[in-house]
């Protein structure tokens, strides 16, 4: 999802502004200007600054979810992995997605 700011924003005070508008999640920095919201080891959000340009997008929120959902793929073919995060993981993470869009 794009947002597009009408004035660029200062990301430490978004990052701020993040961790006190959710408290029970885990919120980091991975880059410069990428934060991410964890809220668990499958759900997260990334937001990406650029500009007055703004990327979030739902994510697998720990590097170990990714490379086990990367191995099933290679494991069992690219159809039944793909329908489980279509079914169980895609939707958690578009609603996070819409929780940390909703509040910038």
Known sequence: MIVKLSQP???DELYEKLKTQFPNYE???LQKKIIKIKKSASTAAIINM?????KI???FGTTGARVL????MLALGIIIPLII????????????????????
Request: hydrophobic share 45%; charged share 20%; proline share 3%.
């Open 57 to 59: 997008f739902g994510d």
């Open 50 to 54: 650029r500009g007055k340009n703004m």
């Open 85 to 104: 995060f279509l079914i169980a993981f895609m939707p958690k993470q578009n609603k996070m997605r819409n929780e940390a869009a909703n509040f910038i």
């Open 27 to 29: 919120v980091s920095y």
């Open 69 to 72: 959902f990367t191995l099933s």
């Open 9 to 11: 924003i200062n990301i």
